[in-house]
């Protein structure tokens, strides 16, 4: 057992020395095995782990809103998301935010089309409800 440390006594070298092999000869216990549980280390109940970085990968769409009328309202327009470049192994999420020039704005907000989204690019849509408006529908497309 190790020496307990009092209040006010001096640390010798040798007090350290002796506790320092004692959280060593600890660690080296910890590994065994237990009363009542098994290890099996065979190699074949191994199995390599797959581990996936995420991927991150942004850009950008222009998109042309047209006036709503009162034929046409809330016209939905569509874009395509191009992230090819991406090379993803797997379809990712994908997150967008429209920026629109005019302070007079009112659009709802961007959405992926179900279904759509694939490993090199997905297909988006926006409905207008106001002005004609240019828009920039900024995206990213992460993997996990």
């Given amino acids: 057992m ?25 660690l080296a216990l910890s590994g065994s095995t237990t009363s009542g549980s098994t290890i099996n280390l065979q ?6 782990a797959e581990i ?12 042309i809103l047209p006036a709503t009328t009162s034929t046409n309202k809330n016209n ?31 659009f709802y907000p961007p959405a992926i089309i179900k279904g759509t989204v694939g490993i090199e690019g997905a297909r988006g849509q926006i409905q207008n409800n106001g002005i004609k408006k240019d828009l920039i529908i900024h995206f990213i497309a992460v993997q996990y």
């Fill in 43 to 48: 190699e074949s109940t191994f199995k390599p």
């Fill in 76 to 106: 939905a327009v569509t874009f395509d998301i191009n992230y090819e470049a991406a090379k993803f192994s797997k379809k990712p999420f994908i997150a967008l935010t429209a920026v629109s020039d005019n302070t007079e704005s009112q």
């Fill in 2 to 26: 190790s020496q307990t440390f009092n209040d006010g006594d001096p640390i010798d070298a040798s007090t350290l020395q002796n506790l320092k092999t004692e959280v060593a000869r600890a």
């Fill in 52 to 63: 996936v970085a995420k991927k991150f990968y942004g850009g950008s769409v222009k998109v």
